[in-house]
């Protein structure tokens, strides 16, 4: 059995899509810096739970 949540989250930088292995346990109302699989570009997303299920919100380090 599988702890984790796998999820998809649009880059800000490129519009590619990353996946993304969500810990329901630990990883919920959660800030993360990760890199974009594909232009590496830093990436700042948000994990929250919004009543539906679970949202993966995307923004620029610059914004």
Same mark, same amino acid.
């Given at each position: 059995?599988?702890?984790?949540?796998?999820?998809?989250?649009?880059?800000?930088? =490129?519009?590619?899509?990353?996946?993304?292995? &969500? $810990?329901?346990?630990?990883? @919920?109302?959660?800030?993360?810096?990760? /890199?974009?699989?594909?232009? =590496?570009?830093?990436?700042?997303?948000?994990? &929250? $739970?919004?009543?539906?299920? @679970?949202?993966?919100?995307?923004?620029? /380090?610059?914004?």
């Amino acid at each position: 059995m599988s702890l984790t949540v796998a999820s998809k989250f649009e880059c800000p930088y =490129c519009m590619t899509y990353n996946d993304l292995e &969500i $810990d329901e346990a630990n990883d @919920i109302n959660q800030q993360q810096i990760v /890199d974009c699989q594909i232009c =590496c570009q830093p990436i700042e997303i948000q994990i &929250i $739970d919004n009543g539906f299920g @679970i949202e993966v919100i995307a923004k620029r /380090d610059d914004e």
